[in-house]
């Protein structure tokens, strides 16, 4: 560690839940040199005893741009105290994203996850790590989709270990036992492993991890077949037929993008198979049909696929900028205002990918003439599955 006499706007130090942090000669040394400090409240309590007596305590609590102009006003070098390591979904990051120019210097602990499988003796080569502590499920669900078989979990006090028992098992993956460490280092350290449908009927200490490890392996199919999903009533024909559904999706080209519109979802077919292979993805899926609620939810969950918005309405009465601009668009139903649809989109983003299957010449010319006067190149590419009519894929994208 440098001294801090040199110039470091922030000293990091990662410390453990222990009643009484064990920190070496060199964190000792430079607490005692330093005067202002910070840190969460938790963080005061293990530490206060260490501090000189006439110290500043700044509380790391509320909004960050307040703590941020509250850090700016400091001219002399301020020591943090942080749980584990400060860049593992830490402090350490926040500072760097808002104080970009700030110099640091970190001594990090283990973090918790680290920890979890420290005292579980797990073998974490294979880890994969993600948080959901005040955020959304997307990277969970991305594990999961991607049948990673040791998942290291962040939770909160909203996403417990019991809510994510239940959102796996809703989406069917009960191949994982859950071990949830609680109060790692504390007095009150508990670890347990569980199965899901046990977890999702206890309640945990707010202060704790989890660990999600595969105990056997779950098939994920390179084409979902079309009669495995439930259809529309009375139209069991109306589905996007599996191979111009994995034609469509290869169009798409979505390996790099971020964000996909279903627009006119139906059963959801097109979005699922997407989310399948590129789980990364944001989707969201559009469509008019009320019926449809509970058809697209129900195959996002017989096709363990979690992660896709589904909105129900009609897609010209929404406030589009209500959601995440897409970069990639499929259309699989327009409701007879194709050229109107287009456009709306193309406004929002100009350089979106457009991709649609039609059956009809008026929707094909619609597609191609619209499209080509806003300086886009059309390819197509002709389909046609057993007896039914022939499909053009109709893909987008600007010169």
Request: charged content about 20%.
């Given at each position: 560690?440098?001294l801090?006499?040199?110039?470091i706007?922030?000293?990091?130090?990662?410390i453990?839940?222990?009643?009484?942090?064990?920190?070496?000669?060199?964190?000792?040394?430079?607490?005692?040199?330093?005067?202002?400090?910070?840190?969460?409240?938790?963080?005061?309590?293990?530490?206060?005893?260490?501090?000189?007596?006439?110290?500043?305590?700044?509380?790391?609590?509320?909004?960050?741009?307040?703590?941020?102009?509250?850090?700016?006003?400091?001219?002399?070098?301020i020591?943090?105290?942080?749980?584990?390591?400060?860049?593992?979904?830490?402090?350490?990051n926040?500072?760097?994203?808002?104080?970009?120019?700030?110099?640091?210097?970190?001594?990090?602990?283990?973090?918790?996850?680290?920890?979890?499988?420290?005292?579980?003796?797990?073998?974490?080569?294979t880890?994969?790590?993600?948080?959901?502590?005040?955020?959304?499920?997307?990277?969970?669900?991305?594990?999961?989709?991607?049948r990673?078989?040791?998942?290291?979990?962040?939770?909160?006090?909203?996403?417990t270990?019991?809510?994510?028992?239940?959102?796996?098992?809703?989406?069917?993956?009960?191949?994982?036992?859950?071990?949830?460490?609680?109060a790692?280092?504390?007095?009150?350290?508990?670890?347990?492993?569980?199965?899901?449908?046990?977890?999702?009927?206890?309640?945990?200490?707010?202060?704790?991890?989890?660990?999600?490890?595969?105990?056997?392996?779950?098939?994920?199919?390179?084409?979902?077949?079309?009669?495995?999903?439930?259809?529309?009533?009375?139209?069991?024909?109306m589905?996007?037929?599996?191979?111009?559904?994995?034609?469509?999706?290869?169009?798409?080209?979505?390996?790099?993008?971020?964000?996909?519109?279903?627009?006119?979802?139906?059963?959801?077919?097109?979005?699922?198979?997407?989310?399948?292979?590129?789980?990364?993805l944001?989707?969201?899926?559009f469509?008019?049909?009320?019926?449809?609620?509970?058809?697209?939810?129900?195959?996002?969950?017989?096709?363990?696929?979690?992660g896709?918005?589904?909105?129900?309405?009609?897609?010209?009465n929404?406030?589009?900028?209500?959601?995440?601009?897409?970069?990639v668009?499929?259309?699989?139903?327009?409701?007879?205002?194709?050229?109107?649809?287009?456009?709306?989109?193309?406004?929002?983003?100009?350089?979106?990918?457009?991709?649609?299957?039609?059956?009809?010449?008026?929707?094909?010319?619609?597609?191609?003439?619209?499209?080509?006067?806003?300086?886009?190149?059309?390819?197509?590419?002709v389909?046609?599955?057993?007896?039914?009519?022939?499909?053009?894929?109709?893909t987008?994208?600007?010169?």
């Amino acid at each position: 560690m440098r001294l801090i006499k040199k110039h470091i706007d922030f000293y990091l130090i990662g410390i453990s839940n222990h009643p009484s942090p064990k920190l070496n000669d060199d964190v000792l040394k430079l607490i005692k040199e330093a005067t202002v400090f910070s840190g969460g409240k938790r963080h005061y309590q293990l530490v206060k005893s260490f501090l000189p007596e006439n110290h500043t305590w700044i509380e790391i609590s509320g909004k960050m741009d307040a703590l941020m102009n509250q850090y700016k006003k400091i001219t002399t070098t301020i020591v943090v105290f942080a749980s584990g390591d400060p860049f593992f979904y830490g402090f350490g990051n926040t500072l760097q994203r808002l104080l970009p120019n700030a110099k640091l210097s970190a001594t990090p602990y283990f973090n918790s996850i680290q920890l979890l499988c420290h005292k579980t003796q797990t073998n974490y080569n294979t880890l994969k790590s993600v948080s959901i502590h005040g955020r959304d499920w997307s990277a969970l669900d991305e594990a999961l989709i991607k049948r990673n078989e040791l998942i290291g979990v962040l939770t909160d006090n909203k996403k417990t270990p019991a809510e994510i028992a239940k959102r796996m098992l809703q989406y069917g993956f009960d191949n994982y036992s859950i071990t949830i460490g609680e109060a790692l280092d504390g007095d009150n350290e508990h670890i347990e492993q569980l199965d899901l449908v046990s977890c999702s009927n206890k309640t945990h200490n707010n202060l704790n991890c989890v660990l999600l490890k595969q105990t056997s392996p779950k098939h994920k199919p390179f084409g979902i077949p079309d009669a495995s999903f439930i259809p529309l009533t009375n139209r069991a024909n109306m589905i996007t037929k599996m191979p111009i559904r994995l034609s469509t999706i290869s169009a798409l080209e979505l390996q790099n993008k971020t964000v996909l519109w279903d627009v006119g979802a139906c059963t959801g077919s097109v979005a699922i198979e997407a989310k399948q292979h590129f789980p990364h993805l944001k989707i969201v899926a559009f469509e008019k049909r009320t019926e449809c609620t509970d058809i697209i939810q129900q195959n996002t969950a017989r096709f363990s696929t979690p992660g896709i918005d589904i909105i129900i309405d009609d897609f010209f009465n929404l406030n589009l900028n209500d959601f995440e601009i897409p970069d990639v668009v499929f259309i699989g139903g327009h409701g007879g205002r194709l050229k109107e649809l287009l456009h709306l989109i193309h406004q929002l983003n100009p350089a979106v990918r457009f991709v649609t299957n039609a059956v009809r010449e008026n929707s094909s010319k619609i597609f191609t003439e619209e499209l080509t006067k806003l300086n886009y190149i059309i390819n197509t590419s002709v389909i046609q599955v057993n007896q039914h009519n022939k499909i053009s894929i109709h893909t987008a994208e600007q010169k």
